[in-house]
């Protein structure tokens, strides 16, 4: 759940406003795609675009609607069999690896759900009391930052899906002018005593509750790299036998190795999408703005937690734990310190960008690539779970997952923050997952 942490009491205009932005916001992503592209389920842990828009509608349905509306009865009764997702106290649930199959409802008929809910959803705020409003605003809030994730999933989805299409078909956005390579910098951040986890009103009003509560942690004096490895220096680790040298890999990396056939990251090719041809030695990368040859200046994504560790030990670097990560940025310096700025959706490239000139300070800490961290998924001390259905959100799934930070190139603006954790197993690739090193400090 989340743990919505207000600043002021809601207000039913102002819930009714964001409710339009972000259901509209959903509806603009899925534009560009046919109903077919919307069906498809390239692998089990994608799911289809349709599905992502019905899912977000149920949760509204589910959570608000179901409890608050008078007279409720469900759009369609099966609706709450197929787009329930992981909710086991909600009910049973369709088989997740199969929602590729689900051929009915179609898009229209999804795009038909999703009014229906909207509608009755505008009803409802338009009727609530005071009091009322109090008691639900919390878990409207929660649905909008729940469609916002989905948002990002629905493009990353989409993006292996149009990946595994042999005529590479483009999603949308605008390729980047190819980029400049630019010298690593590091900055040297103080150890100590120090806090991390959201701070409540004193952050952006909404927190998800495994950001909580804020608490303390020792760190020793450490170095950041001042921006994202880069494609360039990802080649430099493949051509040095990165991928053949067990020496470099956790155990469990080096099995996926073998039974995977990693040899670059995921959208990687040598196949030309002008000609359909091998070997001619060009690595080529697939985008949701095309295909193109790998750009060396830009930032390596798509690599699972496995590779990050494996390419911070052949640099004879590590990847930062997520405490230092919080922390150096929320000290940060520089002319970004302060705010989440950077290359989220909102400025359509969907795709990491280059780091741009040196500043002194931390590059690329929002947006761009989520950056994989040394640290467990695991909860905060004193991390209660919310009772019921909904504190099935995050806290089921803190064991055997890892913690990435800072947001994406498809994270949607307004949904990054420095309290923010992402977390993804650690042979999980088709995330927009980057590396930042870490020098100093901790152990390896
Ligand atoms: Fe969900």
Known sequence: MASATLKGMYDAVDLRS???DVRSQTEQLAQPLSPEDQTVQSMPDVSPTKWHRAHVTWFFETFVLADHERDFAPFQDKYWFLFNSYYEAVGPRYNRPERGLISRPGAHDVGRYRADV????????????EGALAKVASTIELGFHHEQQHQELLLMDIKHVLSRNPLQPVYAGTPTAVSEPDRLGWVDVDGGLVEIGAEGS??????????LPRHQQWLEPFRLADRLVTNGEWLEFMADGG??????????GWARIKTEGWQAPLYWSQLDPSTGAGGSGTWFEHTLHGTFPVDPGLPVTHVSHYEADAFASWA???LPTEAEWEHAARTATGPTAGSVVGNLANTASFHAEAAGPATGGLRQLFGDCWEWTASAYLPYPGFHPAAGAI???NGKFMSGQMVLRGGCALTPAGHARASYRNFFPAGARWAMSGVRLADGGAPR
Do not use: Q, T, V
Request: net charge negative.
């Open 18 to 20: 964001r409710f339009d």
């Open 118 to 129: 909207d509608d009755r959803m505008r009803d409802l705020l338009d009727s609530l009391d």
């Open 202 to 211: 004193a952050d952006s009003g909404f927190c998800f509750d495994n950001e």
């Open 243 to 252: 991928y053949r040298r067990p020496e470099l890999w956790l155990s469990d």
């Open 316 to 318: 004879g670097k590590r």
């Open 391 to 393: 504190g099935e959100y």
